[in-house]
């Protein structure tokens, strides 16, 4: 009689254990138009409105107010049946993962990222969406990779291989990863920016720059995250928290662009503890700066957008721009609405140290009532004229929010319109009427003005 591996056995129970006792109390997600994400129990649900019991009680949403509804019944009957095919394939239940994730399912996610390691001990992505990150061929938790670097910053790290980086699976948002994934629009990284950039490919040069760059620029610490280097003289604590911000930031940015490509070495992050610090050190000027190879600003700021964080995330996504399309500044004399019109969408983001939750597609009270003075009385420009150069800074945002906010048609024709962008001899407009030559700009226009009147 044939017996199953032991590996094999331990996983189907695994999987059996899981199905049999998966929660009960998983929750209903509502995703509402101003990027609001609402979890719990739905009660009652008519053509106007939705009731939704929360951790924070009963709370009623119209219809309209809503764009997404995710049923935590219909999400499971899908996941079980990908979690059984998945069985032995660690691409496939990392695959899940990330769609769960998609669905706003994290301990659906962690399972099956958990589920994907004990296939494959040394699958890259499923070990870094748990955290783990690789010091010379070793898995290691976030913690022991920052203590093992500061321990030891002259010590070589073991003579092992990395484990090979396997190519992330597409992505899709809308639909499990059992079904068809369109192609992605987006290419590799543009190698103008990687030349340019001050972090060593090699992990074990990387290790030995970290050190002699913090004891030149006279910072107290610093801290390695998936996505960043941020060079620090504020606490341990704060410097790692601005780090999860800055990591949650990096991959909304992902999403926003469909960006499939790869990040050879992390971002730099100067992080002074206050103004004066920050004026001795950079020479002043302005809340925080990028220069194509590093964002430096300070804490406490006051007197602009979301103060600190903001400046954080504005400057963040000229950094990412830069890595898509090479050059940002290049695009910016193009498309400016398109390159600052997506930075002040970040700016306006929220995070809460305390519970690290970033909260995205923020609407600016203040800004959504000036929307909607310019449109009553009529002088809010087309998508066209400001795609063309009309507008300023609310015009640009209001496109964007509403080319990221409409519907995923909408959205999707973005990102091809957003990926053209990297090519140096584009033409702007010509790239985003060939996007969007199968929509009526006319009947597209009514629709941005009915949607902000309606948006609260």
Excluded at 253 to 280: H, M, T
Aim: hydrophobic content about 35%.
């Amino acid at each position: 009689m044939n017996s199953l591996p032991k590996s094999s056995l331990l996983l189907s129970l695994f999987i059996a254990a899981y199905l049999s006792c998966s929660s009960l109390f998983g929750e209903d997600v509502l995703l509402l138009r101003v990027g609001k994400v609402v979890t719990g129990k739905i009660e009652k649900e008519d053509d106007e409105t939705v009731l939704i019991q929360t951790k924070h009680g009963r709370m009623t949403y119209r219809k309209d107010e809503i764009d997404t509804v995710i049923y935590y019944e219909e999400f499971k009957k899908e996941f079980e049946e990908g979690f059984r095919k998945a069985q032995n394939n660690a691409d496939k239940l990392y695959d899940l993962g990330l769609w769960c994730k998609k669905q706003y399912q994290e301990k659906e996610a962690k399972e099956c990222f958990e589920a994907a390691i004990k296939v494959n001990p040394n699958h890259t992505g499923a070990r870094s969406e748990l955290g783990y990150r690789n010091l010379g061929g070793n898995w290691v938790t976030q913690e022991e990779y920052d203590r093992l670097l500061k321990e030891s910053p002259d010590k070589p790290s073991p003579e092992k291989k990395e484990p090979p980086v396997e190519k992330p699976p597409a992505e899709e948002p809308d639909k499990p990863p059992s079904e068809k994934k369109e192609p992605t629009h987006q290419t590799d990284e543009s190698s103008a920016f990687w030349a340019k950039q001050m972090v060593p490919e090699d992990l074990k040069e990387r290790q030995k720059w970290m050190f002699e760059r913090q004891r030149q620029k006279g910072f107290k610490t610093f801290h390695i995250s998936n996505r960043f280097i941020i060079f620090s003289n504020l606490s341990e604590e704060l410097t790692r928290q601005h780090a999860t911000f800055l990591d949650q930031a990096y991959n909304e940015l992902c999403r926003i662009f469909a960006y499939k490509g790869k990040q050879k070495v992390p971002f730099v992050l100067d992080f002074y503890a206050n103004e004066d610090e920050y004026s001795a050190k950079e020479g002043g000027g302005g809340y925080g700066l990028y220069d194509g190879t590093r964002i430096s600003t300070y804490f406490g700021i006051t007197g602009t957008q979301n103060g600190t964080g903001g400046i954080m995330l504005r400057e963040t996504t000229h950094y990412f721009e830069d890595m898509v399309w090479g050059d940002y500044k290049r695009v910016a004399q193009k498309a400016q609405w398109v390159v600052d019109g997506l930075a002040t969408y970040m700016q306006e983001s929220r995070f809460n140290l305390s519970t690290g939750e970033l909260k995205v597609g923020i609407v600016n009270a203040d800004r959504l009532e000036e929307v909607k003075r310019v449109i009553r009385i009529g002088r809010m420009p087309t998508i066209e004229q400001v795609v063309g150069g009309a507008g300023g800074e609310l015009e640009w945002w209001t496109v964007c929010y509403f080319l990221l906010h409409y519907n995923q048609e909408v959205y999707r024709q973005f990102t091809v319109f957003l990926s053209a962008l990297k090519n140096k001899d584009c033409n702007a407009p010509d790239e985003f009427a060939k996007a969007f030559s199968k929509f009526d700009m006319n009947a597209l226009n009514e629709n941005l003005k009915a949607y902000f009147i309606k948006l609260r």
